[in-house]
C-alpha cells in the first residue's frame, strides 16, 4: 500500500505490549500474508456471518473481511505469474 514499509509496520505492531501474552499472544501469528487460512478461522469466521444474520445483525465489517479474503489471493497468483517467466517453474499453495 503506497509507500508503507511493511516489515517496519509489524516490528511496530509487535512491540505494542497489548498485543503479548494471554489472551491475545498475537505476535506468534500476526504476519503479512496472502489472506487467513487454516481449519477455524475461515469456517468460523462464516458461521459468526451466519449467526449474525440469523439474529437480525448484518455484520458488514466480517462479510468485507471473507470478500477481501477470497480477492487477495486471486490478486496474488495474478501478480506471481505476470512476473515469471513462462519456462519457470513455481509452486503454490492455496487452500
Known sequence: MGDIDIRTA???????KRWFEAPAAMTSYVYPGCG????CLPKDTLALVSQSIKNGYSPDILKSAIQVNEV?????????TE???????IGMLLF
Open 10 to 16: 509489524f516490528q511496530v505492531l509487535h512491540r505494542d
Open 36 to 39: 487467513f487460512g487454516g481449519y
Open 72 to 80: 487477495i489471493q486471486q490478486f496474488v497468483v495474478r501478480e506471481i
Open 83 to 89: 512476473k515469471v517467466c513462462p519456462k519457470e517453474t
